[in-house]
């Protein structure tokens, strides 16, 4: 898609971690960006965090990308209040998103693609997203709403969703990796993902 790799990967990456905003619900979120070194617009990756929070592992994972080249910006689910707290606040966030069946979690993740589209340094035309766990569930949301990606690619994400994508709707390529034996993403789980992406005439790998 979009940048070449680099052994000296490091010395590509801005010191310091940016911010990004985005506002849902009522809800002031931020965000993490690692830039890479030079001028943009840039490819970029948006990093979806686990049900742990934006704290969780995830300024390590968009250093790495910033080092690839890419603009890589974390989006922050919870809110400050959360990702400031303590970390079982991020259990409670979570149960916003599961108490309306996760009909928040499509929404919110457009909120953040929409945010991340409109940043200046962004190539629109270059744009994944990844995600981990609940991060992979909503990255796969985003595709199933259609969002302009080149990609989206969900790592031991949940698999449910309270509106299938229907046939034509998802514009990009849909990748997820599944456990054999996760007990969140059920090898029936798996099944019903793979004929709902085939309904929807998707281009999608699913391992």
Partial sequence: ?????????????????????????????????????GKGPFPTVMVMHSANGLRHQVKGTIEKLAGLGYL???????????????????????????DDGMKNVRERSLAWFEAVRAHPEVDPARMAAIGYCFGGHCVLELARAGAELQAVVSYHGTLKTHAPAQPGAVKCEVVAYCGAQDPYATLEEIEMLRGELTNARARYQIT
């Avoid at 919870?78 to 979570?94: K, T």
């Fill in 1 to 37: 898609m979009f940048a070449e790799t680099n052994s000296n990967s490091r010395e590509r990456i801005m010191s310091t971690f940016e911010t990004i905003h985005c506002e849902h619900d009522g809800t002031r979120l931020e965000g993490l960006i690692a830039r890479p070194v």
């Fill in 72 to 98: 890589a910006i974390a989006t922050d689910m919870y809110g400050p209040d959360v990702q400031n707290g303590a970390p079982e606040a991020a259990h409670s966030a979570y149960m916003y998103f599961l």
